[in-house]
């Protein structure tokens, strides 16, 4: 499988292209930073072609290279069907961009995504688990087809050491620890690729992380 993090804008926010290992189409999960960074992540996806673009959830820092990377790449957006409509308002209550002097916003969603939906490019599929807490509409990534170890692309739910805030608009920090005992369910080699900063395992987080689940 194929997986690139590419680290864009002011909150350092890892953006994923995830394909097969046979040149297959690209999913992009996070087109963070701003517009320009359309071209850098199409380069990355490179000679694949992106078919769908995946946020994990609304925020302003996650998505500010969506509408370009749309109209060039002519992909799919895909979102939480809770988080959808927070996505095209930079509004407290939207992408929350305003409450720190940004304006990024997405278009509509094509594609609303619930618990379970899943998400195929070439042989690799992505099943979607909704893992609230961070955000309402909050959602991790999980690959399912069949290779080991599993990876799953986690958003600001779970962080290397850390978990994500749950002091913005629509955060629940009782939703959030339902999120993370769900994601201690998964095998301690499954490779956690987090919204921000370093990969991780379920594994390492099980034994370091104080507000993951031990058991």
């Given at each position: 499988m194929f997986v690139e993090r590419i680290v864009l804008g002011e909150l350092q926010t890892n953006c994923w292209v995830v394909a097969d290992d046979s040149g297959g189409p690209a999913i992009v999960i996070d087109p963070a930073g701003h517009p320009?960074?359309?071209?850098?992540?199409?380069?990355?996806?490179?000679?694949?072609?992106?078919?769908?673009?995946?946020?994990?959830?609304?925020?302003?820092?996650?998505?500010?290279?969506?509408?370009?990377?749309?109209?060039?790449?002519?992909?799919?957006?895909?979102?939480?069907?809770?988080?959808?409509?927070?996505?095209?308002?930079?509004?407290?209550?939207?992408t929350g961009g305003a409450l720190f002097g940004f304006t990024d916003v997405a278009p509509p969603a094509?594609?609303?995504?619930?618990?379970?939906?899943?998400?195929?490019?070439?042989?690799?599929?992505?099943?979607?688990?909704?893992?609230?807490?961070?955000?309402?509409?909050?959602?991790?990534?999980?690959?399912?087809?069949?290779?080991?170890?599993?990876?799953?692309?986690?958003?600001?739910?779970?962080?290397?050491?850390?978990?994500?805030?749950?002091?913005?608009?629509?955060?629940?920090?009782?939703a959030l620890q339902r999120s993370l005992a769900r994601i201690a369910t998964l095998a301690d080699e499954t490779v956690v690729h987090p919204g921000h900063g370093p990969d991780t395992t379920v594994g390492r987080e099980r034994r370091v992380n104080p507000f993951f689940p031990r058991a």
């Open positions: 320009p960074d359309a071209e850098r992540i199409m380069l990355s996806a490179a000679p694949r072609r992106v078919c769908a673009v995946v946020l994990t959830h609304a925020h302003f820092d996650h998505l500010g290279a969506a509408p370009a990377l749309l109209e060039a790449s002519g992909a799919c957006l895909a979102v939480h069907r809770i988080d959808a409509p927070r996505i095209t308002t930079p509004a407290a209550e939207g094509e594609r609303l995504l619930d618990d379970g939906s899943r998400i195929e490019a070439g042989s690799i599929t992505l099943e979607v688990w909704s893992t609230p807490g961070h955000t309402e509409g909050s959602i991790s990534l999980l690959t399912s087809h069949g290779e080991r170890p599993m990876h799953l692309f986690s958003g600001d739910t779970l962080f290397a050491s850390s978990v994500g805030r749950t002091d913005f608009p629509g955060g629940d920090a009782g």
